[in-house]
């Protein structure tokens, strides 16, 4: 008999993401984590300002939903005063590598004890697709009608490998859900992060590549296609900064 897989229960409550969109895929195998590490009734989110904004229609646990941009700022000043409680920054690429970039680079910077999840779906989801730092090189968007021009703006925002290179965090890596085996490994990343707060070691962030069919133009299943094909050979998935260990 099929062993059947038990809906956390503080994401049990319908969401309202998109249909084909990663966010809900990633909120779950949060949730999963805290439950299977005994933390789900101790953890505080700061959520960012996008289409993360929807987890906390879905959401039974304590969050705050924060200016745009600065979650993580949120969280380090929750971790600080309530060191007890597992503190989970929930942002967007646009909120956390655009907008939030000063409040992004600062709390890796000082190895604050919280984890970060960014959701990386290349585009300002929310506001109906505009370019953010993390855009593909000729990718369009509401904001370039012809194809993101990186001599003028700058290439894609890798925050895992800057930070694991540059700061001394405690754990970076990054993840992708288009496929079954890498669900399964970006759990494996997500349970290291939170555990590496656990244990007091430092800073932990993982990124997410998901889907945004609604603003690519694209199938939820197209979209998967364009997440493996050329967004992964860029954004490449795997641990950047192991614990304890180098950066990779
Ligand atoms: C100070 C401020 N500036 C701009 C906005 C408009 N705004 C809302 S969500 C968003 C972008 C969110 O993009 P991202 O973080 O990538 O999240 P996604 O929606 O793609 O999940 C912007 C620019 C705002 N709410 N507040
Ligand atoms: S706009 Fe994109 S990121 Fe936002 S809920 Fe829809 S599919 Fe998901």
């Not at 997440?227 to 050979?233: E, G, K, L, S, V």
């Amino acid at each position: 008999m099929e062993k059947e897989r038990k809906v956390p229960h503080f994401v049990d409550n319908p969401s309202n993401f998109c249909p084909g969109c990663g966010h809900g895929i990633v909120s779950r195998l949060v949730a999963e984590c805290l439950e299977e590490l005994g933390q789900d009734r101790n953890v505080i989110y700061t959520i960012g300002i996008g289409c993360s904004s929807n987890m906390s229609a879905g959401m039974k646990a304590d969050r705050l939903h924060c200016c745009h941009g600065r979650a993580s700022a949120v969280a380090s000043g929750m971790k600080r005063v309530n060191p007890q409680n597992v503190i989970i920054s929930y942002q967007g690429d646009g909120d956390a590598y655009s907008i939030g970039m000063g409040e992004s680079m600062g709390t890796a910077y000082r190895n604050e004890k919280i984890t970060m999840i960014t959701i990386n779906n290349t585009n300002y989801g929310m506001t109906g697709g505009q370019m953010s730092a993390t855009t593909m090189p000729g990718q369009k968007t509401t904001t370039t009608v012809y194809g993101r021009d990186c001599s003028v703006t700058g290439n894609p925002f890798k925050f895992p490998e800057l930070v694991a290179s540059q700061f001394d965090v405690a754990y970076a890596a990054r993840g992708s859900v288009d496929s079954v085996g890498n669900i399964n490994r970006l759990k494996g990343y997500i349970k290291d992060a939170l555990e590496a707060q656990i244990a007091g070691e430092g800073y932990s962030v993982v990124e997410v590549l998901i889907p945004c069919p609604t603003n690519w133009g694209m199938t939820p299943l197209e979209s998967l296609d364009h997440i493996r094909n050329n967004i992964i050979p860029y954004y490449t998935l795997g641990v950047k900064k192991a614990r304890g260990g180098k950066s990779v």
